[in-house]
């Protein structure tokens, strides 16, 4: 950690680089993203363009039959934290 800050989050990051989907009732089409952290209380993903995400949505990882509710928590544009809900 660069200039001895430390780190927040209460739990393990672990890298992957998983295909995931965003899917929510208001939005038409679900939204391809990445999860590209992901810990036991939340993940970071990101997506190719600009999109306009709900606050809480369902988070699909065909691969591993995952599927579970999020709550967004920050974003920069590209890369967004969303904390699990259930």
């Known amino acids: ?6 780190e927040r989050r209460s739990h393990e990051r672990l890298p992957t680089h998983l295909k995931g989907w965003i899917a929510h009732k208001t939005v038409r089409t679900p939204i391809a993203c990445t999860v590209w952290d992901l810990s036991e209380t939340g993940v970071r993903l990101e997506i190719d ?3 306009d995400l709900p606050i809480e ?3 699909r990882i065909p691969d591993t039959g995952a ?6 928590v920050w974003t920069t544009g590209v890369s967004y934290g969303a904390r699990f809900t259930d």
């Open 67 to 72: 599927a579970a509710s999020v709550r967004l």
């Open 1 to 6: 950690m660069a200039h001895g800050l430390s």
């Open 49 to 51: 363009g600009p999109a």
């Open 57 to 59: 949505f369902e988070l």
